[in-house]
């Protein structure tokens, strides 16, 4: 999962106190698989990521990178 996620997820916890197994009984799983995702080692990203946003009060905003070329599609009415 992209770094920055982590990091803010990271960032998240320590600015509520929280530990891993703390967010881990907030969602409902074990402290280990809550810590392979956070670090990028497991495979079962993207619901455990939800539920971890979800239980933190965060949301993914998808934005273009400066510098990036973006293609638009204009809409058929």
Not at 18 to 44: F, Q, Y
């Amino acid at each position: 999962m992209n770094k920055q996620v982590q990091e803010a997820v990271r960032q998240e916890l320590k600015r509520r106190k929280m530990t891993h197994g703390d967010l881990a009984h907030l969602i409902s799983v074990e402290r280990p698989n809550l810590t392979r995702v956070l670090t990028g080692k497991s495979g079962k990203v993207p619901k455990m990521w939800q539920e971890i946003f979800d239980a933190l009060g965060l949301e993914i905003i998808v934005v273009p990178k400066s510098g990036s070329v973006s293609t638009t599609h204009p809409v058929e009415r």
